[in-house]
């Protein structure tokens, strides 16, 4: 793929991206204002002599669950897509570097996450059964794909295999279909990050640490063998990136809500800028 097809397929990342905001942000308004998160019911009752202020300090300084906290996590993924993708456009868009391509699809999928907003949306008990198992598996499937395309960008960072790329996303995708398929869906329940959990998912959960610490290794193991320190950099803010993001997409309070983004817009934006770095010179 040229550098131009490369543009044209980031325009359109950026552009869905761009219309999966839009969606959020409505259905984040709608939850709002329908008073469908009743955060009483998982934080407490508030207290008669407590103001809004007093009740927020407290709940960052307890760490307590916060069902709004939950919902910013969700809406902050689209926002934060867009945001990384128009980014790496233009920083990449003169730039041959083919591992970016991976890693811009990685960030598309993670604004997929704002499919979660649907369940607080209908207001939980509202949505067939077998819906709630779709979506949820939908969810799991745009963050193995997500994952699987952040350990593809370390392979080509080491230049094995070939530069026709296309083939290999669609390798990728139906490979995490698959597995996703396989998922038992307890579509009884939504746990309270707004999704369906795994029924004995440990299996699943490991495949999903695995392959992000694999991709991490990868960009060590680059700088190992040919000595280029931006990809030691780029295997260590990859590492935070990804962190922030588990630490995201798991969050239940405003605590876990900043370090998580603090975590993951930074190791994202130092990631990027250490391989745009040595691949300007190349």
């Not at 604004?111 to 598996?137: G, T, W």
């Not at 790329?165 to 990050?193: A, D, G, T």
Request: proline fraction near 1%; hydrophobic fraction near 55%; aromatic fraction near 18%.
């Amino acid at each position: 793929m040229t550098i131009a097809g490369r543009n044209r397929a980031r325009l359109v990342a950026i552009c869905i991206a761009a219309l999966i905001l839009i969606l959020s942000l409505i259905s984040f308004v709608g939850i709002v204002l329908n008073g469908n998160l009743d955060n009483s019911l998982v934080t407490g009752t508030k207290s008669a002599e407590s103001s809004g202020i007093t009740e927020f300090i407290l709940s960052l300084l307890r760490n307590n669950y916060n069902g709004y906290a939950v919902l910013i996590s969700i809406l902050a993924f689209p926002f934060l897509s867009l945001g990384f993708l128009i980014f790496v456009y233009f920083t990449f868009k003169k730039t041959h570097a083919i591992e970016i391509s991976f890693f811009a699809m990685f960030t598309l999928c993670i604004s997929f996450e704002s499919i979660r907003l649907v369940f607080p949306l209908y207001n939980f008990s509202n949505i067939v059964l077998d819906s709630i198992a779709n979506l949820s598996r939908l969810v799991y499937f745009f963050r193995l794909a997500g994952i699987m395309s952040i350990f593809m960008a370390g392979i080509f960072a080491n230049k094995i295999i070939t530069r026709k790329i296309s083939s290999v996303f669609f390798f990728l995708f139906f490979i995490s279909f698959l597995i996703c398929l396989s998922m038992p869906i307890n579509n009884f329940y939504i746990s309270r990050y707004f999704l369906s959990d795994i029924k004995a998912g440990h299996s699943y959960i490991y495949l999903f640490l695995i392959a992000a610490l694999l991709a991490c290794v990868n960009y060590f193991f680059v700088y190992i063998t040919k000595n280029i320190k931006e990809y030691l950099f780029a295997a260590i803010s990859l590492t935070g990136a990804l962190i922030g993001y588990a630490i995201l997409l798991y969050t239940s309070s405003y605590t876990l809500l900043g370090i998580g983004l603090a975590l993951f817009i930074l190791g994202n934006l130092s990631f990027i800028k250490y391989i745009h770095s040595y691949h300007i010179w190349q």
